[in-house]
């Protein structure tokens, strides 16, 4: 089900950023690029979580609800909101 190769690739990405940002405090050079860099990253974090809901509904709930479990797969949506939205 996750990663599919779209979400694959977008981690990948972000862990080349997160590397990045690792050795930023050792070099030198201004705090807007270590900056920049970590909004880029929590931008990729973002897309991979889109990623996560729409394959999760696309494929998990829209089972769930076909198999008669509404009220379980919209709490558990409702859960996830509130988690992502924090």
């Known amino acids: ?46 897309g991979v979580g889109k990623l996560v809901v729409r394959n999760y509904l696309e494929r998990c709930a829209s089972q769930a609800i076909k198999s008669g479990r509404e009220q379980e797969v919209f709490d558990e949506h409702m859960e996830v909101i509130y988690k992502l939205t924090r």
């Open 1 to 46: 089900m996750f990663p599919t190769s779209g979400s694959r690739a977008r981690l990948k990405r972000l862990r080349g950023q997160m590397d990045g940002i690792e050795r930023m405090p050792t070099t030198t050079g201004p705090a807007s690029t270590s900056l920049q860099q970590v909004a880029t990253a929590q931008q990729a974090m973002r």
